[in-house]
């Protein structure tokens, strides 16, 4: 719709200003056409590892209403990623030597056609969409971002799930060579989530690739990760290597880990407290530092609209 000639990963989300460039659609195009073309160029070769899609109805992402993005700057430099270390910066420290290409993905487990992939080959039939999403970690802190993806249930779609699929698992890469945090016992490794079939069919689940209009950094899990915007970050899987269909609940690495502190659902709730904290508020990264009012912890993260059926009839303390 913006610009027909030209493929959807060129469009230049890349130095939108937060707020300001959602406003108004005119706005933003004229700001579009008076960027400079070094700035164009810039981002051109920072766009070029994103898959090339049939992708010419790139949906640009609806604003959150009353919400800020949070800076880029903040998003790619304050991680959590243990693959590269547990400190917030050794992410963006560490992973940038991470090859992100080629990159296999396997499809597999309870589907009719299990295969692996070579990552383009994967999203190559799926428009990429781009989703502006709260994402809420179980420590307590939360940023709004503009991440770059596709809905996940789409691609399980075309694997054909059988009838005996009823949980999906995700599996991060295994390789202590490249990511140094593996060579040390603090989850065990590969790091694995998962999720209900009917939370990963959502249409708010996607597999994202970029963030603010360009291919997704490193330290963000590149070059393929899962966002699940109504539960707690961990289960936002990163630099996914493999997808598994299965019939009973996984044990992802967080349960194993400690079950009395993490549960398999995970959904943000602000009225189920962490066994050593609250969850009822957070601080917003960006937020005018750590003596800014904390905001309310929405139940759901807020998209209780769109996804609190999923649980009707469940104790969500018990399924925490
Ligand atoms: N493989 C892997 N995925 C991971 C993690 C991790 O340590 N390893 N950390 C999780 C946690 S706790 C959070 S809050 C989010 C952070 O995502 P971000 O760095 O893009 O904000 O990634 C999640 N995915
Ligand atoms: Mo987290």
Redesign the pocket.
């Known amino acids: 719709m913006l610009i027909k000639t030209k493929p959807s990963w060129e469009i230049p989300f890349s130095q939108i200003t937060p707020q300001r460039t959602y406003r108004s659609r005119r706005e933003f195009m004229v700001g579009t056409v008076a960027a400079g073309a070094a700035t164009l160029l810039a981002r051109r070769s920072a766009l070029a590892a994103l898959p090339v899609t049939g992708g010419l109805d790139y949906r640009p992402g609806q604003p959150i209403p009353g919400e800020e993005l949070t800076a880029r700057e903040l ?1 790619t430099s304050y ?5 590269f270390g547990t400190g917030k910066a050794d ?1 963006a420290k560490y992973a940038g030597s991470l090859e992100t290409r080629p990159w296999e993905v396997g499809i597999g487990g309870e589907v009719a056609n299990p295969a692996v992939l070579q990552l383009d080959d994967l999203l190559a039939a799926h428009p990429l969409q781009e989703r502006v999403y709260r ?1 809420r ?2 420590e307590g802190w939360s ?1 709004v971002v503009p991440w770059i993806g596709i809905p996940l249930g789409e691609v399980l779609k075309r694997f054909e799930p059988t009838s005996k699929a009823r949980y999906v698992t995700f599996e ?1 890469l295994l390789d202590p060579e490249q990511m140094p945090g593996q060579r040390r016992a603090v989850l065990d490794w590969p ?1 694995r989530e998962g999720l209900r079939l009917d939370e990963a069919m959502h249409p708010l689940t996607i597999l994202a690739v970029g963030l603010y209009g360009e291919v997704l950094p490193n ?3 590149a070059p393929l ?1 899962l966002v699940v915007p109504w539960k707690y ?2 289960k ?4 996914i290597v493999r997808i598994q269909l299965v019939e009973s609940e996984p044990v992802t690495s967080w349960v194993q880990a400690n079950s009395h502190e993490y549960g398999f659902y995970s959904n943000v709730n602000p009225q189920v407290p962490h066994p050593r904290w609250s969850q009822a508020r957070e601080r917003r990264i960006g937020e005018g530092g750590i003596f800014a009012p904390k905001r309310p912890t929405l139940m759901f993260n807020g998209y209780g609209d769109e996804v609190a059926s999923l649980y009707t009839g469940m104790d969500l303390r018990r399924y925490f």
């Open positions: 998003v991680n959590n990623f243990y693959e992410p994402l970690c179980v940023m991060t790091y330290q963000n899990g990760r970050g961990f936002s899987i990163k630099s």
